[in-house]
């Protein structure tokens, strides 16, 4: 289903002169002259679209830094006054808005704990009304898609028609590479909700690694996203906050030169030939996997009509084990990431068991609303 949004183009408010589209700054202002100086290396690099800085900083625990907070504005707009750079900041409140809004700030940002709670995200939607702002909404904390296209409709909403998502990852429980597990397929799933907005990545977050910034910059790069918000410090070492995923304006250089930009548009009709050659091939195999899942179902509501007569519970885990080893295991052979195939086969067996629980319960009252697999 595409989302209804009332957008402008990314071009209409950002200079896009420069490629790629790189928004940069340090996670925190924490001086004047530490701002000032990082904005000023950021200009001469000629590679920034934006200057960004967390003034208010939401922090997990009370006593830690907590942004240095409004005397940060006048700060950012020397920083702009000196390098001609456009500024953007984080807002969490109505207060925010307005305090940012007189200090000049040319970009908001709400981010991912505020995107969590409807309540604030209203509350900033409110606060913009009337104004032409450019705003940015990172994605939730939990891979919520839908708390992430809420918010994006509230602060469209409210006549914010300068819009753009951030992709900054989603927190998760088990051990990973990253800060935040990028989760590529919400990204994708937004594009596909809404192909005009604007999707800004945020390699930092994701990654809580510089050394990664790079790499989970060019991914999004290669999934047409339109640009990246990276953290970017004058000295990372002695940072106040995020230390370890922060780089100075001459590493930034050089991970934006290592990037590679590629177009969404086809020009060349030998390699449209080719591709569309390709694509059919996908298209019929497609086909064939649909055809074979539909089969499957009907086996499956066999079975369920078997276990009916015998009294067999839907559910046998020993099964389902027996399954997942056997089917990861030849995945694996022919080349399919474990996680891959772990994912395909959740989504077959908990159809399998809808269906032959639809047979289980058939002629029984079924409550009003539609089972539904998390």
Same mark, same amino acid.
């Given at each position: 289903?595409?989302?209804?949004?009332?957008?402008?183009?990314?071009?209409?408010?950002?200079?896009?002169?420069?490629?790629?589209?790189?928004?940069?700054?340090?996670?925190?202002?924490?001086?004047?002259?530490?701002?000032?100086?990082?904005?000023?290396?950021?200009?001469?690099?000629?590679?920034?679209?934006?200057?960004?800085?967390?003034?208010?900083?939401?922090?997990?625990?009370?006593?830690?830094?907590?942004?240095?907070?409004?005397?940060?504005?006048?700060?950012?707009?020397?920083?702009?006054?000196?390098?001609?750079?456009?500024?953007?900041?984080?807002?969490?409140?109505?207060?925010?808005?307005?305090?940012?809004?007189?200090?000049?700030?040319?970009?908001?940002?709400?981010?991912?704990?505020?995107?969590? #709670?409807?309540?604030?995200?209203?509350?900033?939607?409110?606060?913009?009304?009337?104004?032409?702002?450019?705003?940015?909404?990172?994605?939730?904390?939990?891979?919520?898609?839908?708390?992430?296209?809420?918010?994006?409709?509230?602060?469209?909403?409210?006549?914010?028609?300068?819009?753009?998502?951030?992709?900054?990852?989603?927190?998760?429980?088990?051990?990973?590479?990253?800060?935040?597990?990028?989760?590529?397929?919400?990204?994708?799933?937004?594009?596909?909700?809404?192909p005009d907005l604007?999707?800004?990545?945020?390699?930092?977050?994701?990654?809580? #690694?510089?050394?990664?910034?790079?790499?989970?910059?060019?991914?999004?790069?290669?999934?047409?996203?339109?640009?990246?918000?990276?953290?970017?410090?004058?000295?990372?070492?002695?940072?106040?906050?995020d230390a370890k995923?922060?780089?100075?304006?001459?590493?930034?250089?050089?991970?934006?030169?290592?990037?590679?930009?590629?177009?969404?548009?086809?020009?060349?009709?030998?390699?449209?030939?080719?591709?569309?050659?390709?694509?059919?091939?996908?298209?019929?195999?497609?086909?064939?996997?649909?055809?074979?899942?539909?089969?499957?179902?009907?086996?499956?509501?066999?079975?369920?009509?078997?276990?009916?007569?015998?009294?067999?519970?839907?559910?046998?885990?020993?099964?389902?084990?027996?399954?997942?080893?056997?089917?990861?295991?030849?995945?694996?052979?022919?080349?399919?990431?474990?996680e891959f195939t772990?994912?395909?086969?959740?989504?077959?067996?908990?159809?399998?068991?809808?269906?032959?629980?639809?047979?289980?319960?058939?002629?029984?009252?079924?409550?009003?609303?539609?089972?539904?697999?998390?």
């Open positions: 289903m595409k989302l209804n949004l009332n957008i402008q183009p990314l071009s209409s408010w950002l200079n896009l002169s420069k490629e790629p589209l790189v928004i940069a700054g340090p996670c925190s202002a924490e001086t004047e002259d530490q701002l000032v100086a990082t904005a000023h290396l950021l200009a001469k690099t000629g590679k920034i679209t934006a200057l960004r800085a967390g003034i208010w900083k939401p922090r997990t625990r009370p006593g830690e830094f907590e942004g240095i907070g409004s005397i940060g504005l006048e700060w950012l707009k020397r920083a702009k006054e000196e390098t001609g750079l456009p500024t953007a900041v984080e807002v969490a409140t109505a207060k925010h808005v307005e305090e940012a809004l007189n200090a000049g700030v040319d970009i908001l940002w709400v981010g991912a704990r505020s995107t969590a #709670n409807p309540f604030t995200v209203q509350e900033i939607a409110d606060a913009l009304r009337g104004h032409d702002v450019p705003v940015m909404v990172k994605n939730p904390v939990n891979p919520d898609l839908s708390l992430w296209i809420g918010a994006l409709e509230r602060i469209n909403n409210a006549g914010i028609t300068k819009l753009a998502a951030i992709h900054r990852g989603f927190s998760s429980h088990g051990a990973s590479t990253f800060r935040n597990e990028p989760m590529w397929d919400l990204a994708i799933s937004l594009k596909t909700h809404a604007p999707i800004i990545n945020d390699p930092s977050h994701i990654t809580g #690694n510089r050394d990664l910034i790079g790499y989970v910059a060019q991914k999004a790069f290669d999934l047409d996203m339109q640009g990246v918000m990276i953290e970017s410090h004058i000295d990372p070492s002695v940072a106040w906050t995923q922060q780089v100075t304006p001459a590493a930034l250089v050089d991970i934006i030169e290592n990037i590679t930009l590629r177009k969404p548009e086809v020009k060349s009709p030998a390699i449209s030939d080719k591709l569309a050659e390709l694509r059919s091939k996908i298209d019929k195999i497609d086909d064939l996997v649909i055809q074979k899942v539909a089969e499957r179902m009907t086996i499956a509501e066999q079975i369920g009509k078997y276990k009916k007569d015998n009294n067999i519970t839907i559910l046998q885990v020993n099964r389902w084990e027996e399954i997942l080893k056997k089917t990861t295991d030849y995945g694996k052979a022919l080349k399919l990431s474990a772990e994912k395909l086969l959740e989504l077959i067996h908990s159809e399998s068991i809808r269906r032959q629980g639809e047979v289980l319960n058939e002629g029984q009252e079924q409550p009003a609303e539609k089972l539904t697999h998390v």
